[in-house]
């Protein structure tokens, strides 16, 4: 498989995530959309892989990277589902889109990678006020959009976490095996959670058909090759460049959130958002560009 067709497939699925679990979640609730899609992507991956016959693997690296991407795909899209609920899809994209500076901290912190440079300091700080500045502003839906940001910075950690703990563990595994095994403990964790805290009143004649069409998506698309694409790239690529996906969707998602949902930003919000995406690009390139400034050279093309 292409490298850089799997890292585009990760990017188009990413930012038409966030729309697609608001939609998801209509009627039936962010609980059973999330644990449905993660349950139906799990069946649905193993039937694949009992197809292409291809086992799981079960040692000791295998078990310890489907609990580590399991993390992930349990803790941080439980998080996003129920922040979802209140902050536009297009702030949930840039929100996470904080992934690429938490995990450089991660990986100078667990990999020992040489990642505390000036430029990534720089966009590290110029992050930090965009969130501050999204803080500071009542987005429409008073202290529920705050907890919703709250509970998407909560998913960039466990989610930066989970990519730095399979990238340390170093498993030869294929890519459909890693999602596998992390959807079947994470289809597992849904459901004891759904047992638990789900509403068992729940009417399917109150789900509308987008919700159903999101789920599939979601299910399949979303789920089993996003996640496949993603483990693919993260095996065969530097994990903070795997991080810059979220360097382009936070912005075709907000594109998308305007032009499909009708959502609406502040100028606040947008301002903070600014602030996130430019220090995704200092976070890539501002070391570059310092060292050309101080050389005098012209600055490269991106």
Same mark, same amino acid.
């Given at each position: 498989?292409? /490298? +850089?067709?799997?890292? =585009? #497939? ?12 608001? !939609? ?5 609730? *962010? ?20 197809? =292409? ?12 990277? *489907?609990?580590?991407? $399991? %993390?992930? =795909? ?6 996003? &589902? ?18 690429? +500076? /938490?995990? $450089?901290?991660?990986?100078?912190? !667990? ?18 006020? #965009? ?7 009542? +987005? ?7 907890? #919703? ?19 340390? %563990? ?6 459909? $095996?890693?999602?596998?095994?992390? @959807? ?5 964790? *849904? ?15 109150? /789900?509308?058909?987008?919700?159903? @069409?999101? @789920?599939?998506?979601?299910? =399949? @698309? ?9 483990? &693919? ?21 907000? +594109? ?16 903070? $958002? ?29």
């Amino acid at each position: 498989m292409s /490298v +850089i067709l799997a890292y =585009i #497939g990760v990017i188009v699925i990413w930012s038409t995530t966030p729309l697609a679990i608001q !939609w998801s979640s209509d009627g039936w609730g *962010y609980l059973f959309g999330v644990s449905a899609r993660m349950v139906i992507g799990a069946i649905f991956c193993l039937i694949v892989l009992t197809v =292409i016959k291809q086992k799981l693997a079960w040692h000791k690296d295998a078990i310890l990277t *489907y609990l580590a991407a $399991s %993390i992930g =795909i349990y803790g941080a899209m439980l998080c996003v &589902y129920w922040g979802a609920q209140f902050i536009p899809s297009g702030l949930v994209a840039v929100l996470f889109g904080l992934s690429p +500076i /938490v995990t $450089s901290v991660f990986a100078t912190v !667990w990999l020992k990678e040489s990642n505390l440079t000036i430029g990534r300091v720089s966009a590290t700080l110029l992050g930090l006020l #965009g969130v501050v500045i999204i803080f500071n502003v009542d +987005i429409g839906m008073d202290n529920l959009a705050l907890k #919703g940001v709250i509970a998407l910075l909560m998913a960039v950690f466990l989610h930066s976490g989970s990519a730095i703990w399979v990238k340390r %563990i170093g498993a030869d595994l294929p890519a459909l $095996s890693v999602t596998g095994g992390s @959807l079947l403990l994470a289809a597992s964790m *849904y459901i004891l959670t759904w047992l638990v805290f789900g509403d068992m009143d729940l009417k399917m004649s109150d /789900v509308q058909l987008k919700a159903g @069409l999101a @789920l599939g998506y979601l299910s =399949i @698309l979303g789920s089993v090759l996003g996640f496949t694409l993603y483990f &693919y790239v993260l095996k065969k690529m530097d994990v903070s460049k795997v991080a810059l996906v979220t360097l382009v969707t936070p912005v075709l998602a907000l +594109i998308l959130g305007r032009l499909l949902n009708n959502e609406s930003l502040p100028l606040t919000v947008l301002l903070g $958002s600014a602030c996130i995406i430019t220090a995704l690009v200092l976070h890539q390139w501002g070391d570059i560009f310092i060292m050309r400034i101080r050389q005098g050279k012209t600055l490269p093309q991106l």
